[in-house]
């Protein structure tokens, strides 16, 4: 008997303490020196304690735990680890007769053109399971004599299409020549799968009616339902693999299809043109392709098919996952554009990004007005007929009543070409039609109507806690998570002068509140002549052509401009020059307001200001709080005499304008590029992977879906 | 407050929603068409406010045959003059409009409470009772072994002051 050759047996568990002690057990009584078998269990990360209690009673076995729930995956990891001239594969709810093995071996021994053999496997009550498996019009497999009587139908040893992995026992060159078991099958239909490559090989599989094994019918997995889903999905897998011509006539005949159940019909179709264009050539691909797309068309959306041929594209590393960034108002310079230009720098390397603005704009200007690289980025100008036609320069969506018809279909229409589409500026009636979608929100301006798309997007991020405390408000709607705009202005230190600095637009509609700064700066003038001696305010701010706003602020300025200068439409060097001097910083936006629009909703220059260790003294309101820590990092004020007061404060007592200059600018790190860049970066790192790979169904959650299923 | 930490699994579970509908997945949350369906399964008041509180936002038609595109183009004009009064009338109704919809939220609240509240007291009273009406019952023969010797005292009283009476006639009798 020494003269027998090593065999290893590979038994793969989850959560079956109880069958696998069994299995165990027979292998004990097997007609086989115990020195010439080598005994290994692969455990598919079962959530019970049966690894530990199999370990204690069979302590020659040896066990190895799979990364994931994956039998075939499981199986390769045996194989490796096996030392053995044959090896068996054996389902841990299989028990075998004592001369099984020795009778599969002495037959593989003396027939080497044998891939491998399986013998006459039995359900407990005697009928038959399995004497090989074969293959069916409809492109399904059974078991040859399955629920047969045993009355000798099958006594005689023959060649067979496949067999039953229940029991095998293979040529371990079988096994090195034909490749590994494919582990996309991860459990069903791998055997079929197998058993093809094995004939294509020239390896025959034989049947022995002496081989006896006797198997629990359906004892290692929970029930049919998840047979039937597995073997429906692999089926198709085996098809674009195998059989490419016939995938497409095979979805009719799927159970998926008959069942209605055309979510899981996508996503094995998903996956089974995955293994078509893995395995094809190209000339087949494109006409099964072709037919494919035609026949899904019908089933699902246009839309829903095409996702499918782009997302493989990623999944396959053909090419980079696509961002579209629409920003209606890219054309313009502001806070908003610059918090996405930024986010666009930092993630050009590893997506293929495209600005869509609806106004003349180029890289460059993006480039020059926020001193970003944008160098790897596109952009695309979509003109919306409904503004140009009324030649405006600003794409108001709040125009867009609920009787006209929505202009930004032309945007929602474009943004089906690409992975991900970004609405960058709180367009909230641009439908996204890219498989992933992302709104970001810096204010929900306006209210729910007609045209209202924001809950199609598949996140939302705020930009502030004022932001998310109006969306929930007004939108009833919770963003994903928070991410603050990023902010680098710090430049060099330099001596600080005796300048109160106000920086913010010149808006028409006065939101930055320059006259009434005016007014406080004068007030403060009067009642502390000496102390304000050489004290300055500057206004610094853009502003458009013939401003109305601008013109009454210098008319007020003309009545009495001592120690105030404006700065209308400085550049950044000026705007740089003067944070750095300036020792105190003067916001006011939302001063008198009770129409949230009209507050500062996060509040970028007060942060530029504290990098330059400006002290700011800013409204007590909006997005401002949540920068400025009332008395510790700089002063929250609700009125003009409060601001005034504070101001008087800190410009009497040097030393404690100076211990604040520190302490602002610590307290502004916190919304430097590094911050954000960290979270942008992880978010769409999220997005990357979870996009670009197929995840492989768990056994353990398809069993729980389909428990879901039967409890409706 | 809203957290600034990314949450990942929220995100994944999300993304695998979105992109594989079945597997792994719980039962997805409703979508905002859904919310608002159910939300407007209220008060028709709530509901009208809810819908009505946006007055700018409002089809402007008109049914004259000749004039009708010159009226809506004068009715736009004049809207668009009227544009930042309505818009603070907008926010003001929505203002009231979710103010009214939290009273009306606590409101019920407060209803489901004292319904709560009152089948508590009735559940507990039920609870006791036996051994209160025990305690009654006892009070109650109490209380008539006390009228019972009441009327006991009554007649003995009565037929002592008819006694007396009788005695006090007599004395008279005597000293006349």
Same mark, same amino acid.
């Given at each position: ?23 165990? !057990? ?25 690894? !530990? ?12 735990? @799979?990364?994931?729930?994956?039998? =075939? ?55 038959? @399971? ?20 045993? =009355? ?48 294509? +090989? ?7 009616? =002496? ?22 999905? @692999? ?29 899981? #019909? ?45 997302? #493989? ?5 053909? +090419? ?36 869509? =603005? ?15 690289? *944008?160098?790897?980025? !596109? ?45 960058? @500026? ?90 009434? #700064? ?31 706003? *601008? ?20 550049? *950044? ?140 | ?74 009715? $736009?004009?004049?809207? $668009? ?27 019920? $609240? ?9 089948? $508590? ?56």
């Amino acid at each position: 008997m020494t003269t027998l050759p090593i065999c290893s047996i590979i038994i793969v568990n989850y959560n079956g303490f109880r069958q696998t002690k069994d299995c165990l !057990k027979s292998l004990q009584k097997l007609a086989y020196p115990e020195q010439q078998l080598d005994l290994i269990l692969i455990d598919n990360c079962s959530q019970d304690d049966s690894v !530990k209690c199999l370990r204690e009673l069979f302590p020659k076995v040896r066990i190895f735990v @799979n990364s994931v729930n994956n039998f =075939a995956k499981a199986l390769n990891l045996g194989i490796s680890q096996s030392t053995g001239k044959y090896i068996a594969f054996l389902n841990n709810d299989a028990t075998l007769d004592s001369r099984w093995l020795e009778s599969l071996v002495k037959l593989l021994e003396t027939n080497p053109k044998v891939g491998a053999a399986s013998g006459k496997l039995l359900f407990k009550d005697g009928r038959i @399971n399995s004497v090989g498996i074969q293959q069916l019009p409809n492109f399904y497999w059974q078991d040859v004599g399955f629920g047969e009587k045993d =009355a000798g139908q099958y006594d005689r040893e023959r060649t067979v299409e496949g067999l039953c992995w229940a029991t095998v026992l293979f040529r371990r060159e079988c096994l090195a020549d034909v490749g590994e078991i494919d582990e996309d099958f991860v459990m069903y239909f791998e055997d079929v799968e197998f058993a093809k490559r094995c004939q294509k +090989r020239g390896w025959e599989m034989v049947y022995s009616p =002496a081989a006896i094994a006797h198997h629990e019918y359906r004892g290692s997995s929970r029930g049919s339902k998840l047979t039937e889903y597995f073997c429906n999905r @692999n089926r198709f897998l085996y098809l674009a693999k195998h059989e490419p011509l016939q995938l497409v006539s095979a979805i009719h005949t799927s159970d998926f299809f008959t069942n209605k159940q055309y979510d899981l #019909l996508f996503e094995s179709i998903f996956v089974a043109i995955k293994k078509l264009l893995e395995y094809q050539k190209p000339e087949i691909v494109e006409t099964v392709l072709s037919q494919l797309s035609e026949k899904l068309t019908v089933i699902y959306s246009r839309v829903k098919v095409d996702r499918i041929l782009s997302r #493989l594209q990623v999944v396959r590393g053909d +090419r980079q996952m696509s961002i579209a960034i629409y920003d209606h108002g890219l054309h313009f310079i502001g806070g908003g554009q610059k918090y996405v230009a930024t986010m666009a720098s930092l993630l050009q390397n590893q997506f293929d990004i495209t600005f869509i =603005a609806n106004k003349p704009v180029a890289i460059s200007d993006l480039e020059a007005w926020y001193g970003l690289n *944008l160098s790897e980025c !596109k952009i695309k100008v979509i003109p919306l007929q409904f503004y140009e036609k009324r030649g405006m320069q600003c794409i108001d969506s709040s125009m867009i009543t609920d009787d006209l018809e929505n202009p930004f279909d032309e945007i929602a229409k474009e943004s089906k070409n690409y992975d991900i589409f970004v609405n960058a @500026n709180q367009l909230e009636k641009v439908q996204p039609l890219s498989p992933i979608s992302v709104f970001f929100c810096h204010f929900p301006n306006t209210f729910r109507n007609r045209h209202f798309a924001v809950d199609d997007y598949t996140f939302m991020i705020a930009n502030s806690q004022f932001t998310v405390k109006w969306l929930d408000k007004r939108w009833n709607l919770k963003p994903t998570f928070l991410l603050y705009p990023p902010v680098e202005m710090a430049t060099a230190e330099v001596k600080k002068e005796k300048i109160i600095l106000a920086v913010g637009q010149f808006e028409a509609g006065g939101t930055k509140k320059q006259i009434e #700064l005016i007014k406080a700066f004068h007030s403060l003038r009067g009642n502390y002549p000496e102390q304000l001696e050489g004290w300055r305010l500057v206004l610094v701010g853009s502003s458009v052509p013939r401003n109305p706003y *601008l013109k009454t602020v210098q008319n007020l300025l003309k009545q009495d401009a001592r120690a105030i200068e404006l700065k209308v439409n400085a550049d *950044l060097d000026e705007v740089k020059s003067l944070y750095a001097k300036a020792s105190i910083f003067w916001h006011g936006c939302g001063l008198g307001e009770v129409n949230p629009q009209r507050f500062e909703h996060f509040g970028m220059a007060t942060v530029e200001a504290m990098q330059n260790r400006c002290v700011p003294i800013v409204f007590n309101g909006g997005g401002q709080p949540e920068i400025v820590e009332n008395g510790r990092s700089g002063f929250l004020f609700n009125t003009v005499e409060e601001l005034c007061q504070q101001s008087h404060q800190l410009i009497v007592n040097p030393d404690l304008l100076a211990e604040f200059q520190g302490l602002v600018e610590q307290r502004s790190q916190y919304f430097r590029v590094a911050h954000f860049e960290e979270k942008v970066k992880h978010f769409f790192e999220i997005i990357r992977q979870e996009y670009a790979t197929i995840r492989l169904p768990n056994p353990a959650d398809v069993a729980q879906m389909v428990d879901v299923d039967r409890d409706r | 407050m809203q957290s600034e930490e990314i949450p990942t699994q929220q995100i994944i579970d999300k993304l695998r929603q979105t992109l594989e509908p079945r597997i792994g997945i719980a039962v997805p949350p409703l979508s905002g068409m859904e919310k608002s369906a159910i939300a407007f399964e209220e008060d028709e008041d709530i509901a009208l406010l809810k819908t009505g509180f946006d007055i700018y936002n409002i089809p402007i038609t008109s049914y004259q045959r000749r004039l009708g595109s010159a009226v809506i183009a004068v009715r $736009k004009i004049v809207r $668009k003059l009227l544009r930042p009064v309505l818009e603070r009338q907008v926010i003001y109704n929505f203002a009231n409009t979710r103010v009214v919809q939290t009273l009306s939220n606590q409101l019920q $609240k407060l209803q489901e409470n004292q319904r709560t509240l009152e089948k $508590k007291i009735k559940l507990e009273f039920s609870n006791q009772s036996p051994e209160f009406t025990a305690k009654i019952q006892v009070q109650q023969e109490a209380i008539t072994a006390l009228q019972s010797e009441i009327e006991q005292i009554k007649a003995v009283q009565e037929q002592h002051t008819a006694m007396l009476e009788e005695i006090r006639a007599q004395l008279l009798d005597r000293s006349q």
